[in-house]
């Protein structure tokens, strides 16, 4: 009975190593073809050996406003926001954080509170990173010094063309863009998220949707 019982414990133990294997691999092959080819597997995994698999449920606050942001998340499955809430109490959001992206905030560059909140969307999968730790092995290693001044430049590219879109761009303009940015995730997320990144109110996007569907 007992050995019975051994080898379906070491059985259930093999079957979830190989899923943790081949999710691994999936994480590897993913990244590699999204950001550089020449990342080297055993570069990744080390990166991954960093983190520890995180879930957020739907609805679920990874990082609440007003709280500092020690940890750094890159998400394998599910959207994220980051939000705030403006002058008048509205709650704004400010981005979209899809898969195989990464989920930070400014407050870890600053060493202060955040500002900003981030939401989960949808059931999210992420991999899980204390920020110092993994900080200073991206600056180790070259190939990955690389990516991560790239993602940096990348979202100070994003945050002007975000400024620039509401002083000169109509809000047809902005949700045309906001289609091309996030073209896989609009069916995915709250239409009222959508809005309030836009900058209007959820009539008003219908009422911008219909127009273009019209013309």
Known sequence: ?????NKKVRKIINVRRYEMNKECKDIIDRVRSEFNENITEDLL????????KK???????????????S????IIKGIARSYYIDMQGNDVTKSFIKEYDFCIGESLFTNKISEEGFEALE????LEFDAKKIKEY???????TDIYIKKLEETIIYKM????????KS??????????????IENRVNQSCIASYLGVSPVSLSRIRRTIREE
């Not at 009975?1 to 019982?5: I, S, Y």
């Not at 995994?45 to 520890?52: A, G, P, Q, R, V």
């Not at 739907?58 to 709280?67: A, N």
């Not at 059931?123 to 992420?126: F, H, Q, S, T």
């Open 138 to 144: 991206l600056l180790s290693e070259k190939v990955l």
């Open 71 to 74: 940890k750094m998340y890159f």
């Open 45 to 52: 995994k080390n990166i991954i050996e960093f983190s520890k």
């Open 161 to 168: 063309n975000r400024e620039n879109g509401f002083q000169i």
């Open 171 to 184: 809000a047809t303009e902005r949700y045309l863009e906001f289609k091309r940015s996030y073209y896989e």
């Open 1 to 5: 009975m007992l050995m019975k019982f």
């Open 123 to 126: 059931d999210i999968v992420a």
């Open 55 to 69: 879930v957020f449920k739907k609805g679920e606050l990874i990082l609440r406003m007003g709280e500092p942001m």
